[in-house]
């Protein structure tokens, strides 16, 4: 799910055929959508600001009418619960896209049954997940997930699950902070291991709250999250262009969205082109084409 910034560029050009481009002049007073509460708590900053990809699993959930898995759910039949939704596309007959099925909180659908696994070792199940976010690029990338969980029960479960290796806790404003290893610390011996280890073999900071679960590598990037949704740090919720563009996609009801201020202009495409081909003629062939002028802000549905 995570590739370095060259690769998600390309990927990006791949699917311009397909963006939706919203227009800022929309009307701002409308009330606020799923993907607009998200944001409130994405802090802004450059790296923000070029990478915003947010899944609404409640509304894929409503669209192809998958059912809801009940709280009491173990991890047997979550793991079941997943495997079936990538098989069948519910009763619409559609295919599901599947990266809008697994919860990415631990960086990788392949590692989806192990996901579920960590979720579980912080007391948290796949059913109280209703949205996720990940925003930013190396070295900081914030993940989010908005949904129905209990703190309590993480204090509880953590008890348990990471009784051998317990988590270094603080408290930073008025939150609960639950941190493995150093600041972007990596070990090999520990990867994909209990409990929240990534393939990577990182830890992390993890914050879990009623409504929200935010996680980063650093403690400077979780510090800045729970600044930011204590309004002491500036939102992407408050620049226009992105909140207008998130009310306008959760109007149309989608299922999962790109946010990106890398946009390109004629001279992008000119470079490009000239760097991975042998083209004497670029300029002849691009003045055959009515000019392409730089959007300030792109989504992609």
Known sequence: MRTNKALRFIVYLAILTFVA????????????QTFEQILSVIPDTP????????SDYTQLREDFQISVLESNATIVQEKLYLKEILKHPGE??????????????????????????????????????EQEAEAGHPPE??????????????????AVSAKDDPPYIETYGGNTIF???????ISLIKRLSPPVYDHLGRG?????????????????????????QNDKHKSLFDVTEFRLMARE?????????????????????RRRLTEQYDMQN??????????????ETIALV
């Open 141 to 158: 990338i914030f993940d989010i997930l908005r949904g129905h969980f209990d703190p309590e029960n993480t204090q509880q479960t953590l």
């Open 92 to 129: 619409t007959g559609r295919p599901v896209p599947a990266v809008a099925t697994c919860p990415g909180l631990f960086d990788h659908a392949a590692y989806f049954e192990y996901s579920l696994e960590q979720l579980h070792n912080l007391g948290l199940g796949f059913w109280s997940i």
């Open 282 to 295: 670029v300029d002849d062939l691009l003045g055959q084409e009515p000019k392409l002028v730089r959007y």
């Open 249 to 269: 996609l959760s109007s149309q009801r989608a299922i999962a969205a790109f946010l990106t201020n890398q946009t390109q202009n004629i001279d992008d495409v």
């Open 47 to 54: 790296n923000t600001r070029e990478w915003v990809a947010m």
């Open 21 to 32: 481009l919203t227009s800022v002049s929309c009307s701002d007073s409308e009330s606020s």
């Open 179 to 185: 941190s493995w290893g150093g600041d972007h610390e």
């Open 204 to 228: 992390g900071r993890f914050v879990i709250q009623n409504d929200y679960v935010f996680r980063s590598f650093t403690t400077a990037g979780i510090k800045l999250l729970i600044d930011t």
